[in-house]
């Protein structure tokens, strides 16, 4: 937050921490601070960080950055929304957003968002998104940010492609986002075609020495060049 008539910002988290585990769970609020400041969200619905405007400050301020209006998003692993939503206020009704989310608690609390703000730019697409389609075996994991496809998953979830999503009609994306807790690679394996002719900015968050490794080789394959926010945070360019 941006102290009034000065350019100092303070982040608010230290200060309202203390309070803020008195917010009821589904009580509607709006995000204090950062790009998506003022966009409602329900208080309980995931980390105290995405409501507090803390949530991944610097990667949040990139991303934003990215964003222009009448944009096309994909937001794979799209989780309760805070990228989502912030895509869509930020490109607009002439923008698309997609918000790819397969965990059951999750997709509840991300179409709420979506609805709360009245947001008509997004499709939640109730899918994982990994290097094949079909059905995938999903893990919820101990927490709703810390979902991922796993062999012995016990949730089974429809899964798809970029590449065959694009295929069907969908606008190829101009900007994506990707964190899904180690199957980064599968994601882009799956998307290679896209990536190769839309050329979308990539954030990809990476999990994994050997996930990482295989994902910057891949797309240094495809031509892109790599920033990096923090050794596991990624952005990718195409370089022409």
């Given amino acids: 937050m941006r102290i009034p ?37 329900v208080a309980g619905s ?8 803390s949530y991944e400050r610097d990667k949040v301020d990139a991303f934003h950055r990215a964003l222009s209006s009448g944009a096309v998003v994909y ?11 912030l895509a869509c206020r930020t490109v607009g009704s002439d923008g698309r957003v997609f918000a790819f989310e397969p965990v ?3 997709l509840f609390y991300l179409n709420w968002h979506v609805r709360l703000n009245r947001f008509l730019n997004c499709e939640v697409v109730p899918k994982a998104v990994c290097s ?23 949730l089974q979830v429809p ?6 999503f694009v295929a069907e009609g969908h606008p190829a994306p101009q900007v994506m986002k990707v964190d899904v807790e180690g199957a980064e690679y599968e ?51 195409q370089s022409n």
């Fill in 104 to 106: 059951p608690t999750n």
């Fill in 132 to 154: 094949h389609d079909g059905t995938v075996s999903f893990e919820c994991g101990e927490g709703p940010c810390l979902g991922k496809i796993a062999e012995d998953g016990l």
């Fill in 75 to 85: 937001d794979v692993g799209a989780n309760v929304g805070i990228y989502t939503v």
């Fill in 159 to 164: 899964g798809v492609t970029i590449d065959s």
């Fill in 5 to 41: 008539f000065t350019t100092f910002q303070v982040h608010l988290g230290r200060f309202v921490v203390p309070l803020a585990h008195l917010v009821p769970a589904r009580a509607i609020v709006p995000i204090l601070q950062g790009p998506a400041r003022g966009i409602f969200w």
């Fill in 46 to 53: 995931g980390l105290m960080n995405f409501w507090l405007g």
């Fill in 187 to 237: 994601v882009l394996l799956g998307a290679q075609k896209s990536l190769a002719t839309s050329k979308p900015v990539l954030f990809l968050a990476t999990h994994g020495t050997e996930v990482h490794n295989r994902c910057c080789c891949l797309l240094n394959d495809l031509g892109y060049c790599l920033d990096f926010l923090t050794p596991d945070e990624i952005i990718a360019r």
